[in-house]
């Protein structure tokens, strides 16, 4: 696959290849983001979108490949800077024992923000993602899945992370909390600096909220280009088998979804 947008990038992945129990997961990716772009990474279920994003972020060690932020490899990070830097919102994400309020103030006191205004950052970051104040008291483990994937953003947004990973924001959500979640990730993305990379089946969802998208299919990248016009350029095999994916994709939602 060709080399994508112009450079420098605040996050860049070089030739990344991942093998795990033999299987090669990652297929010599590569993509670039700029710093403030909102990043799509398009594919069908098992394409490799999870585990790149936690290669990313150092759950995995890649077999071969670079990852850079702002230029250096992250493996030359401390962890904690790469934490830090770097957040990752996982599609299940888990969430401490405790109150929501629990789960947004642990790391604002971990990385020593001061209470006065962790608790700041706690009420803004619930309004972010869609919650009302009420939540604040409400236990995580009494959550709905799409509710904890909400506290789950506004705990990582309350971090301040220059660059923010979400797996599937919206999976586990209804249509209206879709919207919801969609409006506030674009207004992330229109205040700051926050470089937003976003995992995603829903081409649709790629238009609404990426500048750029990269098509993934069996751990390579397939296709890359303007979120717009992405599947208009793919050609006419790859948007077939892309169609193909997404179909089975939604047939398994189907089956397993009793209020739809
Ligand atoms: N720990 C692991 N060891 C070996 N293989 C794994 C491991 N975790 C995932 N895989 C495999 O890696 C491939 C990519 O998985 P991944 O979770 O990244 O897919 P995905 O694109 O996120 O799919 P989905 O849309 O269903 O979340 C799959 O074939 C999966 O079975
Ligand atoms: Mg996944």
Redesign the pocket.
């Known amino acids: 696959m060709s080399h994508h947008g112009k450079g420098p990038y605040k996050l860049e992945v070089r030739a990344l290849t991942?093998e795990?129990?033999g299987?090669r997961?990652?297929d010599g990716v590569e993509m670039g983001i700029q710093e403030g772009e909102s990043f799509c990474?398009l594919?069908?279920?098992?394409?490799?979108?999870?585990?790149?994003?936690?290669t990313v972020v150092r759950l995995?060690e890649p077999s071969s490949g670079e990852i850079l932020l702002d230029g250096r490899a992250v493996s030359d990070l401390a962890p904690s800077d790469l934490r830090r830097r770097v957040n990752l919102v996982q599609?299940s994400p888990a969430m401490l024992d405790g109150t929501v309020e629990d789960n947004l103030m642990f790391g604002l006191d971990l990385t020593g923000v001061p209470p006065g205004e962790a608790k700041v950052r706690a009420a803004e970051a619930l309004t972010v993602a869609a919650l009302d104040p009420s939540f604040i008291d409400r236990r995580a483990d009494k959550l709905s899945e799409g509710e904890r994937q909400r506290v789950a953003i506004a705990r990582a947004h309350a971090l301040r992370p220059e660059v923010l990973l979400l797996?599937?924001p919206t999976?586990a959500l209804d249509p209206r909390r879709t919207h919801e979640v969609e409006r506030a990730i674009l207004d992330l993305k229109k205040a700051s600096t926050l470089t937003l990379v976003i995992?995603t089946?829903d081409i649709e969802q790629a238009r609404r909220l990426g500048d750029r998208t990269i098509l993934?299919r069996?751990?390579r990248v397939v296709a890359e280009g303007d979120s717009s016009t992405l599947l208009e350029d793919l050609d006419p095999g790859e948007r077939a088998r892309y169609m193909g994916e997404l179909e089975q994709?939604h047939g398994e939602v189907k089956e397993g979804d009793a209020c739809e």
């Open positions: 991942l795990l129990e299987d997961i990652l990474i594919g069908g279920s098992g394409a490799g979108k999870s585990m790149l994003l936690r995995h599609q797996d599937e999976a995992v089946h993934l069996r751990g994709w």
